[in-house]
Nanobody, 128 residues
Framework: QLRLVESGGGLVQPGGSLRLSCVAS????????????IGWFRQAPGKEREGLSCISGSGGSTAYVDDVKGRFTISRDNRKNTIYLQLNSLKPEDTAVYYCAASLYGCSGYVPRNAYYWGQGTQVTVSS
């Protein structure tokens, strides 16, 4: 079993930046965070949850939804069991709760395939 905890959200002005973190902790002996592909999602009030980006377990492969390409960057440090999402050039429409999710089955484009483990989310608000 894997536990995911997001942090780093907050209030930022349009054009600003934030770095979100997702710490993966294994509850079961023999479970290793680096075995999991990790994806970031977001959900704005009244909207469907949408996938943003996915990174392979090794960190060697990444993918992004078109809307965030060039503005968001996903990365991971497997020594720290932490996955990051750097948010730049933020817009008011980026306001949402951001979640990370893990899958043993890799990424399917910009979303983790059959993601099973989810974090509790961190709020990002972009407003002047």
């Amino acid at each position: 079993q894997l536990r995911l905890v997001e942090s780093g959200g907050g209030l930022v002005q349009p054009g600003g930046s934030l770095r979100l973190s997702c710490v993966a902790s294994a509850f079961t002996s023999g479970t290793y965070a680096y075995a999991y592909a990790i994806g970031w999602f977001r959900q704005a009030p009244g909207k469907e949850r949408e996938g943003l980006s996915c990174i392979s377990g090794s960190g060697g492969s990444t993918a992004y939804v078109d809307d965030v390409k060039g503005r968001f960057t996903i990365s991971r440090d497997n020594r720290k069991n932490t996955i990051y999402l750097q948010l730049n050039s933020l817009k008011p429409e980026d306001t949402a709760v951001y979640y990370c999710a893990a899958s043993l089955y890799g990424c399917s484009g910009y979303v983790p395939r059959n993601a099973y483990y989810w974090g509790q989310g961190t709020q990002v608000t972009v407003s002047s």
